[in-house]
């Protein structure tokens, strides 16, 4: 069983974000910052405004299958980036990848790679994980600068690795083991 905090309570805290577990009182700010950032996300990331999506984000959270990390500043608690812990495998694997996107207002600030760095922290303190893995189109230079800034290292390269925007796209293959982190 995955030991995940209560989700009133901020998962991390660092000096100008905190993470929190997302929670249907969020939904708002969470459909507000999708839209703000939509034309900054693509192409990397294509969001789904359907109504149905957050309350499907959610049990999919409380399943155990993904862990949500809204990264909030501390200073406003407005909502900077989001963080998913995805498809957490445990037993003999414990592992899972990363999907994250930040808020445009925001991007260059640090509020990402702190935001990142707490949720790396929980998912190996936390989640008892070993290895995440960022797999990230190669024109996406923020999100690969963000991954090696953190300690990722390059694995590889995947052709038509996942489908986004309804295309297959190519991914490069970062990942980092617990043993690796320097907290």
Not at 114 to 143: C, D, V, W
């Amino acid at each position: 069983m995955i030991n995940i905090i209560p989700p009133r309570a901020p998962l991390r805290i660092g000096k100008k974000c905190y993470i929190e577990a997302p929670t249907r009182k969020k939904k708002a700010a969470y459909k507000e910052f999708l839209e703000r950032n939509e034309s900054y996300h693509r192409p990397w990331v294509y969001h789904s405004f359907k109504q149905e999506y957050y309350e499907y984000y959610l049990k999919r959270i409380k399943s155990g299958i993904l862990q949500g990390c809204f990264v909030m500043d501390k200073q406003t608690d407005d909502l900077v980036g989001i963080i998913n812990i995805n498809n957490i495998l445990l037993g003999p694997m414990r592992m899972a990848s990363l999907g994250y996107y930040g808020d445009e207002a925001y991007a260059g600030k640090g509020y990402m790679a702190e935001g990142m760095t707490l949720a790396i922290k929980y998912a190996f303190e936390n989640l008892g994980l070993h290895r995440l893995e960022a797999n990230i189109q190669p024109g996406n230079i923020p999100s690969i600068n963000l991954v090696q800034k953190i300690g990722f290292r390059k694995e590889g390269f995947s052709p038509k690795y996942l489908q986004i925007g309804g295309k297959w796209r190519d991914h490069e293959r970062w990942a980092i083991l617990d043993e690796e982190f320097t907290r």
